[in-house]
């Protein structure tokens, strides 16, 4: 009986073991691709281009504002094409970042305002 008895655990044992050394199928889904575009100099109307990899561009278009804020407009372009995604506007003051999201890529731009 007491053979029995070690048997079952060891048996046990050897499943639980068993049993921790398979690898997860669980996946996790891709992770944002963070760029952080930095210092841009931006003049009141004039569109500059920035390049965010695998063919993608985004148009960032200013407005500087009389309160001294500006207001970053920006578009994106795939392989020279324009995409139909909206327009994105986020107001900020010149030396503080704005961030834009599109699809799976975020990024941030810190205007300076051209003298």
Same mark, same amino acid.
């Given at each position: 009986?007491?053979?029995h008895?070690?048997l079952?655990?060891?048996a046990?044992v050897?499943?639980i073991?068993d049993?921790?050394?398979?690898h997860s199928s669980?996946?996790? @889904? ?5 760029? +952080?575009?930095? *210092?841009v100099? %931006?003049s009141?109307? $004039? @569109?500059?281009?920035h390049?965010l990899? +695998?063919?993608? *561009?985004?148009i %960032?278009?200013?407005t $500087? ?6 207001v ?6 795939k392989?020279?094409k324009?995409l ?9 003051v010149p030396?503080r970042?704005?961030t834009?999201?599109d699809g799976?890529?975020s990024?941030e ?5 051209k003298?």
């Amino acid at each position: 009986m007491k053979n029995h008895i070690s048997l079952v655990v060891l048996a046990s044992v050897t499943l639980i073991l068993d049993s921790c050394s398979k690898h997860s199928s669980i996946t996790t @889904p891709a992770s944002t691709k963070d760029l +952080d575009l930095g *210092v841009v100099e %931006v003049s009141d109307g $004039i @569109p500059s281009r920035h390049d965010l990899g +695998d063919g993608k *561009v985004c148009i %960032v278009t200013p407005t $500087i504002q009389k309160e001294n804020t500006v207001v970053l407009e920006v578009q994106f372009e795939k392989s020279g094409k324009l995409l139909s995604s909206p327009k994105q506007r986020v107001q900020t003051v010149p030396g503080r970042p704005a961030t834009f999201f599109d699809g799976d890529i975020s990024f941030e731009i810190t205007p300076h305002i051209k003298q």
